[in-house]
Nanobody
Framework: QVQLVESGGGLVQAGGSLKLSCAAS????????LGWYRQAPGKQREFVAA?????YYTDSVKGRFTISRDNDKNTVYLQMSSLKPEDTAIYYC??????????WGQGTQVTVSS
């Protein structure tokens, strides 16, 4: 069982920055594929970024968001810059383990005002 706890969300003006963190339990954190997803009101949850052997981003955040991980701290980050109102959503951390086993955090709200 893996537990994921997100933090770092909040209210920011357009053009601003936020850094999300996701702390994970488990002794094999370095073997997890990790990702960030988001869900805006009335929309389906969508992929934002992932990190495993390499990093992946959805087109709408390329050049603005950066995903990174610290295996010593069992934490994955999402640095978000040049934020836009359309980035407003609940952001969820995801861990994918061999099996496959898929785990989600509880989410953290990001609101970007225009």
């Amino acid at each position: 069982q893996v537990q994921l706890v997100e933090s770092g969300g909040g209210l920011v003006q357009a053009g601003g920055s936020l850094k999300l963190s996701c702390a994970a339990s488990g002794r094999s954190f370095s073997h997890y594929d990790l990702g960030w997803y988001r869900q805006a009101p009335g929309k389906q949850r969508e992929f934002v970024a992932a990190i495993g052997g390499t990093t992946y981003y959805t087109d709408s955040v390329k050049g603005r968001f950066t995903i990174s991980r610290d295996n010593d701290k069992n934490t994955v980050y999402l640095q978000m810059s040049s934020l836009k109102p359309e980035d407003t959503a609940i952001y969820y951390c995801n861990a994918l383990l061999a099996g496959p086993r898929n785990y989600w955090g509880q989410g953290t709200q990001v609101t970007v005002s225009s």
